[in-house]
């Protein structure tokens, strides 16, 4: 699973990580933070081995995604997904 980088994830100013954690709210289930790859070549996250989202997004409606910002200046920025129908196109890519 991918999801596009923030523009200033692959800026200067975000100490040339490797890697972001991102914390993830689906509804009202419970949150969880995993450590994404950063792909600097397609300007994208990558899941780990074993990610918790594909999972979780089962039957959900709502998926906030968030890290923390620039280095240095305590200030979360993220994504806000409506999810809705990820079951069935996922059970298409599946079969």
């Not at 523009?7 to 289930?29: C, E, Q, R, V, W």
Request: charged fraction near 20%; charge should be negative.
């Amino acid at each position: 699973m991918r999801i596009d980088a923030l523009p200033y994830m692959l800026g200067l100013a975000n100490g040339s990580n490797k890697s972001f954690d991102l914390t993830f709210k689906i509804d009202s289930k419970a949150v969880f933070t995993e450590t994404w790859a950063l792909d600097w070549q397609h300007a994208e996250l990558k899941a780990p081995s074993g990610s918790q989202l594909a999972n979780q997004l089962q039957h959900a409606e709502k998926l906030t995604v968030t890290t923390e910002g620039i280095v240095g200046r305590n200030s979360s920025v993220g994504y806000v997904y409506d999810v809705r129908g990820f079951d069935q196109l996922n059970a298409t890519l599946c079969m």
